[in-house]
C-alpha cells in the first residue's frame, strides 16, 4: 500500500550517505547536522523494517537491504528529476542544473566558450563547471556530464565516443634554427620535451609510422603542466619539443608560428580519442541531454580542423 511507502526525502538523505561515504560529508551535503541527519537515517530504518548500514569507528558499510535500497532509490529520485523537469519544459523550454566536468586541455582552448555560446543559448539550465583531468566517481563528485581524452574509456560508466584525437610533435622556427633540424627518432630523444603532466613524468610514447611496427621512444620531459596554454605558450618561446593534441596548436601550424616534427610518425596511446561521460545508474536529465548533444554537435563540426591532413594541406 501507498501509505507504507518511504518518505522520499529520507530515501534521498540515504543516497546522499552512501554516496558521500561517511555521515559527516553526508550532514554538510546536506545542509544539517550530524546528529539530526543520523536521526533521520535511523527514522527510515524504522520505517521500513530493515538496518541499512553496518557502522563501524571509521565508515559505513551498506546491508543487503541497503544495497537494495540504494540501487532502487537512485532510478526513484531520477525518475522524479525527470517528471520534475518534463513538467518544468512543458511550455517547450528546458530547464534545470546541469554539473559538468571539462578536461583541462579542451576546457579551456576550446570548450570553455562552446558552454558560454550554450548558456546564452538556454538561458533556464544552471551550469556548474570543473576543469580538470580527474574523472573518479561521478555519482561522488555530483558531476552529471563529463568529456574525457583517452584511449581507453572507463567500463564503469557510460562512454559515448564523439570523434578522435591526433597529436603531434612540433618546435618554433627559432628552435629548429638555434639546434638544426630533427630527421630521426635518435635526435628527438637529445631534445628537451615539453608535455602534459598527466602523461607521468617518464613513459613511453609510441610513434606509428606508415609503413613497419610503431616506434617507442622513453620520454622524460624538461617541461610539464597540466595548464595547455602555457604548454603551447613554452613551445612557441623556444624551450623545446612538444606532444599536444593537434587541437591545441592546429591554428599555430597553419599559421607557421610551429612546425611539425618528424610528421611522418604520428604519436598514438596517449588519448585517442574524446568521451562523454555519464554515471551507468543515473538517467541523465533533459537538461544533461541537451548539453551532451550541444557540446557533440560543436565537436563534431569543429574537429576536421585538427586534423593532420587538413592542417598540412592548407
Known sequence: MIDNMPDLNLVRLFVAMVESRNL???????GMTRSNMSHRLKRLELDLGAQLFRRTTRHVELTPAGQLLYRHGLRVLDEMRAVQAAIDS????????????????????????????????YPD???????????GD??????DLALKITSSPPEDHVARRICGIQWCLCASPEFLEKNGPIQNIEQL???????PQSLGRRFDLRLKQAQG???????????????????????????GVALLPRYAVWSQLRGGSLIEVLPAFEPEGVGDAIYLLTAPNRF??????????????HVERHSADWDRNAVTAR
Do not use: K, W
Open 24 to 30: 559527516s560529508a553526508a550532514a554538510l551535503r546536506c
Open 90 to 121: 512543458l511550455d517547450g523550454t528546458v530547464r534545470g542544473d546541469v554539473r559538468v566536468r571539462l578536461p583541462t586541455g579542451l576546457g579551456h582552448l576550446y570548450l570553455a566558450p562552446v558552454l558560454l555560446d550554450f548558456a546564452r543559448t
Open 125 to 135: 539550465i544552471a551550469l556548474r563547471v570543473h576543469i580538470n583531468d580527474g574523472i
Open 138 to 143: 561521478l555519482i561522488s563528485a555530483e558531476v
Open 189 to 195: 630523444g637529445r631534445c628537451d620535451l615539453i608535455a
Open 213 to 239: 611496427d610503431p616506434l617507442i621512444l622513453r620520454i622524460a620531459p624538461r617541461l610539464q603542466s597540466g595548464d595547455y596554454p602555457f604548454l603551447r605558450d613554452a613551445v612557441l618561446a623556444g624551450l
Open 284 to 297: 541523465p536529465s533533459m537538461a544533461t541531454r541537451v548539453l551532451a548533444d550541444f557540446i557533440r554537435e
